[in-house]
């Protein structure tokens, strides 16, 4: 099978392509440009690499496209109050978009990426997207607004693996990826500071306003709503007689709403721009739910209507924030959607 491979310059890419050559498939490698300052031990260690193994390589440059696809509305959406998630915008606008796109223009059949994720055939919803081996690493949920056709044409070789594997599996073959340092949670913001990425970005930003508690009670103020996101509690500069989290933004008056956390329990939320994975026919009437990467799944029912998701939780539980991903499971581990919460 023509195969191409998304490289990032990481150990996780470099695997895949380790293991699909080794499976005797005819590949290509593809590494996008993405960032305004590109690192060149990625480009030109995975030269280095994909001759030595006598596999093209092909370097695009999509920075502009990642600009205004992914960097410029991560930055409009914290100013508009809500806390976005990038990633799975990335993965649903530049990698299993555009460069799965070039892929397929080149001649490639289907793109394999690092993804500790699987897909494929299912005896229930005919194919899937499911969570991979790998608990701690899964990426699933990241990939929960990849259109159900586009995932289709990927390839998972880290499906079954655990990342100790991975790393072990590289040493024992004597390889080292271009860039070893696993990259950061947000591959565009220096040093995970969001902050810092918003003020070099936008030096007139929203200054302070009035924080208070839901029946108006002023309990101090804060620095800038798109310094805060739902759920928050640390670094509010707020003394009160018990802790205080951030419950709700209210842009348009520039007033942070606080409150104690039991406040901050619900048991139902919304959800838009659904991506269907699973007809929704087939859907469990039982399901879990999942609103932030480093959480757990919860037991939830969900019902859909005018392209809507309204989750009710099985118990209360922290609300998510606005702007987040809402990713729909059954108890098999299976996506069966993936949607932004309202």
Partial sequence: MKLAVAMSGGGDSLASLLRLRDEGHELMALHGQFLPEHDLRASEGLAKSCASFG?????????????????????????????????????????????????????????????????????????????????????????????????????????????????????????????????????????????????????????????????????????????????????????????????????????LVVAPKEALLAETFRAGEVNLLADHALWPEDVLVQTRYREGARPARVELSGGVLTVRFAEPNVRPAPGQVAAVYDRGGAVLAGAVIV
């Fill in 55 to 255: 596999i093209p390589l092909h370097l695009l440059d999509l920075r502009a496209e990642f600009e205004a696809r992914v960097a410029a509305p991560f930055a409009a959406e914290y100013l508009s109050g809500r806390t976005p998630n990038p990633c799975a915008r990335c993965n649903a606008a530049m990698k299993f978009g555009l460069l799965l796109d070039r892929a397929l223009a080149l001649g490639a059949q289907a793109l394999a990426t690092g993804h500790f994720a699987r897909a494929g055939e299912h005896p229930v919803y005919g194919w899937a997207l499911g969570r991979g081996a790998d608990p701690v690493k899964d990426q699933s949920y990241f990939l929960s607004l990849v259109p159900r056709q586009r995932l289709m044409l990927a390839r998972f070789p880290l499906a079954a693996s655990r990342k100790a594997d991975v790393r072990a599996e590289l040493s024992a073959c004597g390889q080292t990826p271009p860039l070893p340092v696993e990259s950061q949670e947000i591959c565009f913001v220096p040093d995970d500071d969001y902050r810092a990425f918003l003020a070099a970005r936008h030096p007139a930003l929203p200054g302070p306003g009035p924080a208070q508690l839901p029946d108006g009670t002023r309990v101090g103020k804060h620095q800038g709503l798109w310094r805060t996101t739902i759920g928050q509690r640390r670094g509010l500069g707020l003394s009160w007689r018990e802790p205080l989290y951030v419950l709700d933004k209210d842009v348009e008056r520039n007033v």
